[in-house]
């Protein structure tokens, strides 16, 4: 099996427990609320949102694909990590065996007050299989668009999320 490993780290003007609350915590209803036109809804299939449970995110008509699961790995609050796994969907096609995503968002030594997300994924390929950047290129502008999304209307709401 072919691993391929991506980093991103962005950094955001919005404190960092407003940015995790938002955008890992309370993503089941957020990101279907500010993106309808794209998710139709989050269900938490099992467990209670923590480590262990298995989310769906469904999208809607005249998207591309149809659903992606999740399994919840780590969910750490306190230090504002969240590793999670793409299980099941379209996305996975023919030559990706799972996706594993960690997010963790600190606090900025530059920009005071803000916040840097540290985004790693790893495509696990089946058999000889190694995701390039041109197979990933729509997943990471997908994720990039629904970050800066919720950064947008974080700083439009400053009271949300305190």
Not at 56 to 71: A, I, L
Not at 111 to 119: S, T
Request: some cysteine.
């Amino acid at each position: 099996m072919g691993v391929t490993t991506f980093t991103e780290e962005i950094t955001s003007p919005i404190t960092p427990i407003r940015l995790f609350k938002a955008l890992i915590v309370d993503s089941k209803s957020l990101i279907p609320k500010l993106l309808p036109q794209f998710v139709e809804n989050v269900v938490l299939l099992q467990g209670d949102g923590g480590a262990g449970s298995i989310e769906q995110v469904n999208f809607t008509k005249g998207n591309p694909f149809e659903f992606v699961k999740h399994r919840i790995d780590e969910l750490d609050k306190e230090n504002m990590v969240c590793k999670y796994t793409m299980i099941e969907g379209d996305p996975l096609g023919q030559n990706l065996d799972f996706i594993s995503h960690e997010i963790k968002i600190e606090e900025s030594k530059i920009n005071i007050g803000g916040c840097i997300c540290k985004m790693t994924t790893n495509y696990h390929g089946i058999g000889d299989f190694f995701a390039k950047e041109e197979d990933i290129k729509d997943g990471k502008d997908s994720a990039m668009g629904i970050y800066k999304t919720v950064e947008t209307y974080l700083i439009q709401n400053p009271n949300l999320y305190t």
